[in-house]
């Protein structure tokens, strides 16, 4: 049988066998030998853009034939960058990526130079020196004098939020005397400052300084926002003095920064003072320094002259925001005044300005608080209705409020549309399925549930831990309750009082009141404190037990340390005393608890005529 030859661009040759009767079959045909093709044919394909034959070629590509083919698109990178996406992965190495960053790189736009560079610090491919170092050969060998390409990795680093990464790049490239941009160094210092991190802003500035990299407005602006989010306003107004004898002026985003940092230390005066300064200087404040100013307002209760300021703003031709009206309905929702909040919700439509998704959170969840589901559910049909799609806050809200009511059933299909729309679970979202679990006594499905949260490498939170430690302690089964303890120190998660009294309440409700007296030495060895609910469990405990004389001790013990007694103390006193047929001294009590102020309740009164056996005669002696 005579084999068939396909040539294609000469250099390509697929010799295939095939017989007679399958050449017009529609069964695939089977190639005896792979594809073979070289640099030139290479350079071809890619020249006269062949993406769907490369495509097929691709697992027959060698790193060392792409890198040799790669150079020669040094005058039209953007090849480079459809090559790539077409190519199969697996036949790219260190020195492809680095020749097709290096060469992308003289692109007039920096991102697919930035895609590239996310990719090759995704895959994990050689260490950051292996990276560096190819970088410096690559440039070498297509002759590219720009280091522009070193400074794109310190934005992928930021893109990627590798902080750390980047700032060791910074001093590689530090190392080798590359200067970097003011532009990669304020990627990192914006970076820093997103992370909270502070200090490495600072070890960062103090490096540009010596390098004499010269500083921007946006540089200034970055550290004076570090020093506002240190609390260090003082320094921060410094700062801008120092920025002004560098002869850089300031602009209203500086100022916007100094008012936003007064208004979340909660001193609204010192934040007027601070634009009154502005106007002084010929900055007119926008309608961001009135939105900080508003929210700071909001926060502190302060809602009428908050509301106040929003005609300010109009008076000075500036439109408030959706952010605006956020701040006021959200201080409204926490007020708890729902009418006001959605008569502001009105305002904005009002006023052309759409609410967002925030907007609906905030009244959904005050709807929530106040056990108003049915409108909740009708704001997220408002929320389709307008096109808007709820976030993982919205999910979050609504899975807390049917968890909080004991609708686990409802809870759960929401969790499972949440995925469904590919809208990722939060710790928050766990947090509320394993409160309702554990609420329902359904500990299997709470302790599946917590490994799969594990599985997902979501950390679980003090909160987390403390629903599940309490579902297990009310079903009695304390050994596992504190293997979730253990659990807790291995995770680094602190317990607190909330952990401790619960299991203390555990081991009472078995009748082991040393064992739960011994937690709060614990407690004590560990830095936390016992409150008024940890010695009235224990009070509780003895009572129950009729160890009335502990019992007391521990009211004592209680009041030594400055806990006063409340009514569930009295109540389990009153309760032990009455169990040990001490009505009098139950009586004493009573009228102890009554000149303290503390309101006697039904169960005061139970145990108290259980005590004395005759409910008339009780009745006669109190003058009920």
Known sequence: MTPIKIFINQNIKITTSIKPHYLFSSLPLKQSTPPQINSQSLLNSISSSQWHFIKHLSPNLTPSLISSVLPNFRSSPDHIVNFIHHVDPHCLDLTCYCLAITIVSRLPSPKPAVALIKKIIGYGIG??????????????GVSVSS???????IRGFCELRKADEAFEWFLMMKGKGILPKIESCNDMLSLFLNLNRTPAAW???????????????YTFNIMINVLCKEGKLKKAIEFILYMEGSGFKPNVVTYNTIVQGYCLKGNIEGAQRVIEVMKGKGINPDSYTYSSLISGMCKLRRLEQASGFIEKMEKCGLVPTAVTYNSLIDGYCNKGDLDKAFWYRDEMVR????PTVSTYNMLIHSLFMEGKE???????KDMGQKGMSPDAVTYNILINGYCRSGNAKKAFNLHDEMIGKKIQP???TYTSLIYVLSKKRRMKEADNLFQTIV???ILPDLILFNALIDGHCANKNMDHAFSLLKEMHRMKVIPDEVTYNTL???????GKVEEARGLIDEMKRKGIKPDHITYNTLISGYSRRGDINDALKVRDEMLSIGFNPTRLTYNALIQGLCKNQEGDHAEELLKEMVSRGITPDDSTYYSLIEGIGDVDKFLERDGV
């Open 455 to 457: 599985k997902r490498r």
């Open 127 to 140: 260490t950051k020196k292996e990276i560096f170092d190819g970088l410096v050969s690559a440039r070498e």
């Open 426 to 428: 939060t710790r928050v």
């Open 147 to 153: 280091t522009i390409v070193f400074d794109l990795f």
């Open 504 to 510: 203390m309440q555990g081991l009472c409700r078995e």
């Open 374 to 380: 049915d409108e909740a559910d009708d704001l997220i």
């Open 351 to 354: 006023k052309g300005i759409a």
């Open 203 to 217: 070890v960062l500035y103090a490096e540009m300084f010596r390098l004499k990299i010269e500083s921007t407005v």
